[in-house]
């Protein structure tokens, strides 16, 4: 008999709303990300801006909603204007952040094409590392302003008449990393974000501002960083940002599941850190949170930036995952769930190759990796708002986070289609478990539509070229609503599951 694992599903029990943007993902010029990812001239598919179709399709089957760019450490050394304008007049660059040579083939305005017409939402960040407020205005005026002025009209000159109107903009990146081009303290970084920030909002006051936080937890500078950050430029951002990679170290696989607790305990510390900095000040503005950079990331299989040979697209972090990886993402967005009243937006690092769940040759095939399907059935099925489950069962000790539960659950209500989502991860190395949640007030009355599992006997199985299927999600049979009102299914273990729940049909007279 399996270990039980008990919740309560009650649609009163709210969280807050799933912000589309939580399904946000990452385009950085870095390795393959663009060129030859999502950018390939040559390839058959390729439409007239050279873009791959192939690749645009499964961006749309991934489901993401909203897209940052251009960098990520690239940006720090980046000259927009680079970018625009005719493509044989572009310079080729030294990237000094990825030891690559930049093409500049695609830049601003073909990447918002781009998106655009794939339905996506953009979140832009500029260049506080090398350059600063008046580099960042101008390409606010660039890509916002309607016409009538010389940044604007330049846009227009290069062929794109109605503005760009990006919304979300990031006052850099990784501001806090002695590896940033152009790397600052909290006070120089605070000050240099405040103007820029003021700077961009005076050329488009409706815009949105996301400051830099730590690169990771780990940083030493970790919460005087944000404190510091927050005092200087509180008036003037809306978010505050958070990045964070996990990767299974020394073979314990046990604390590498249990990583949304570490995710959780970040996004708690920096919410404390920011209520700290609104209660001093006695603020009425809350700082929502942007987790703008996560995923699973080898990182200590990369030989380091520096030790890079300098060229042209190279092949950089290209990891394949796993069943384990897709699962421990699986995890880490149903903490971004979980955490919906705080975390307004979050991007999956990155889209294309390059830490991604989607991969491409030159010229050649594409697939999903095994953390695409985490994700894809997240932004498709956890819709609404999320409720708030409190589960009692089986714990598990964990080197890196302590005792955690075997069970990492959320729940979402859809109200307009009347419909639940359980997204559940046993974190469970060898045993089941059995999910027991009792359906309370108005979802009494549903039915299990589907029980959708990932999982594998063999956790370390990866999708690759010669067998992009070896790893799909799988109908689970045996889910079920029992006599007493509480769904109850099995799930594997180190498995990713969603169970969906539909209102129960009259039957036909
Ligand atoms: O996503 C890869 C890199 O990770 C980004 O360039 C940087 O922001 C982070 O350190």
């Known amino acids: 008999m399996p270990h039980i694992a008990r919740f309560v599903i009650d649609p009163e029990f709210s969280v807050g709303d799933v912000d589309p943007r939580l399904y946000g993902t990452f385009v950085e010029h870095m390795g393959r990300c663009v060129y030859t990812g999502i950018h390939d001239p040559g390839h058959p598919t390729a439409d007239a801006a050279g873009f791959r179709g192939d690749v645009a399709d499964l961006v749309r089957e991934l489901g993401t909603g909203m897209v940052r760019y251009p960098g990520g450490n690239f940006v720090s050394g980046y000259h927009w204007e680079d970018g625009v304008g005719p493509l044989a007049d572009r310079p080729r660059r030294l990237d000094l952040a990825w030891r690559s040579i930049e093409s500049n083939q695609v830049g601003t305005n073909e990447f918002l094409t781009w998106a655009k017409e794939l339905g996506l939402d953009t979140m832009m960040a500029v260049n506080l590392g090398t350059r600063g407020i008046d580099a960042a205005r101008a390409l606010v005026e660039y890509c916002n302003h309607p016409g009538g002025t010389a940044w604007s009209d330049l846009r227009i000159k290069h062929g794109v008449r109605e503005p760009h109107d990006v919304k979300l903009w990031c006052l850099g ?32 006051p409706s815009i949105e501002l996301v400051a830099c936080g730590s690169s990771f937890e780990k940083m030493p500078t970790f919460g005087t960083w944000e404190r510091e950050v927050l005092e200087q430029t509180y008036d003037e951002i809306d978010y505050l940002s958070l990045h964070a990679y996990y990767e299974e170290l020394e073979g314990d696989r046990t604390s590498f599941l249990a990583s949304g607790a570490g995710m959780d305990r970040y996004i ?3 919410v404390s850190t920011a209520d700290h900095v609104r209660a001093v000040r006695r603020s009425k503005k809350q700082i929502k949170l942007s987790f703008d950079e996560w995923n699973v990331w080898y990182a200590a299989r990369f030989v380091g930036e520096r030790n890079l040979e300098t060229a042209e697209t190279p092949r950089l972090i290209e990891d394949t995952y796993s069943v384990t990886d897709a699962v421990v993402v699986g995890s880490l967005l149903i903490t971004l769930l979980r955490n919906a009243d705080r975390v307004a937006m979050a991007c999956l690092a990155q889209l294309v190759n390059v830490i991604a769940p989607i991969r491409t040759e030159p010229g050649g095939a594409s697939w999903r990796q095994t953390t695409f399907h985490p994700f894809a059935q997240a932004a498709r099925f956890a819709r609404g708002r999320v409720l708030h489950s409190v589960v009692t069962g089986p714990r598990i000790d964990t080197a890196q986070y302590g005792d955690v539960s075997a069970l ?29 949640a009792a359906l309370r007030g108005a979802a009494a009355g549903h039915r299990v539509e589907e029980h959708l599992v990932l999982c594998d006997p063999d956790p370390d199985a990866v999708n690759t070229e010669a067998h992009p299927e070896r790893v799909v999600p799988r109908r689970a049979t045996g889910a079920q609503i029992t006599a007493e009102g509480n769904l109850q299914a099995e799930l594997p273990p180190v498995s990713w599951n969603v169970i969906r729940l539909v209102p129960n049909t009259p039957c036909p007279d």
Request: hydrophobic share 35%; glycine share 8%; aromatic share 6%.
């Open 173 to 204: 990146n990784e501001m806090d990393g002695p590896w940033q081009t152009g790397h600052k303290t909290a006070t120089e970084y605070g000050r240099l974000a405040a103007e820029a920030g003021k700077a961009m909002r005076q050329v488009d």
């Open 268 to 270: 708690r510390s920096v």
């Open 408 to 436: 990492d659950t959320v729940v979402t209500y859809d109200e307009e289609a009347d419909t639940y989502t359980v997204l559940a991860v046993n974190r469970g190395l060898h045993e089941p478990l059995l999910l027991q």
